[in-house]
């Protein structure tokens, strides 16, 4: 996919909001990538992807131009508010820089809300501290 198309598909630039900020921060957390987490949330800028207004963001790079997927690092489950199971997976490009925070509504619908991160459970989490990123 060219760069052109890729984003049209994707929405305008933006900061982070609050609510993706804590449960990305969660989700970094006892990963390789934690002590990063702060830093790398304050200033991030990240385009909505077409989606269904499910959720899913995907990051900017400035610098790292035809950024592609990595892997996995971590994923959690929440409820939304109308009760419907929601899952989300973060995820970093092949040079260890935030990738993807990638949302998916059980029903397809769009996402009222993100949860309070006290609501968000983590399923797994990928690279461990003490394991590189790359």
Same mark, same amino acid.
């Given at each position: 996919?060219?760069?052109?198309?890729?984003?049209?598909?994707?929405?305008?630039?933006?900061?982070?909001?609050?609510?993706?900020?804590? !449960?990305?921060? $969660?989700?970094?957390?006892? +990963?390789?990538?934690?002590?990063?987490?702060?830093? +790398?949330?304050?200033?991030?800028?990240?385009?909505?992807?077409?989606?269904?207004?499910?959720?899913?963001?995907?990051?900017?790079? $400035? +610098?790292?131009?035809?950024?592609?997927?990595?892997?996995?690092?971590?994923?959690?489950?929440?409820?939304?508010?109308?009760?419907?199971?929601?899952?989300?997976?973060?995820?970093?490009?092949?040079?260890?820089?935030?990738?993807?925070?990638?949302?998916? $509504?059980?029903?397809?619908?769009?996402? !009222?809300?993100?949860?309070?991160?006290?609501?968000?459970?983590?399923?797994?989490?990928?690279? $461990?501290?003490?394991?590189?990123?790359?």
């Amino acid at each position: 996919m060219s760069d052109a198309s890729l984003h049209r598909k994707l929405g305008a630039s933006r900061h982070l909001r609050d609510e993706e900020k804590a !449960i990305i921060c $969660k989700m970094l957390k006892g +990963t390789a990538f934690e002590k990063d987490a702060v830093s +790398t949330t304050a200033d991030a800028q990240v385009r909505d992807m077409s989606d269904g207004g499910m959720g899913s963001i995907r990051f900017q790079r $400035k +610098t790292a131009r035809g950024a592609s997927f990595g892997r996995e690092i971590a994923e959690g489950s929440f409820q939304d508010a109308d009760s419907v199971p929601v899952s989300a997976t973060l995820s970093v490009d092949k040079a260890g820089n935030l990738f993807e925070l990638d949302v998916f $509504k059980a029903d397809g619908s769009p996402l !009222i809300r993100y949860p309070d991160p006290d609501e968000f459970e983590i399923i797994e989490r990928h690279g $461990k501290l003490g394991f590189s990123p790359e």
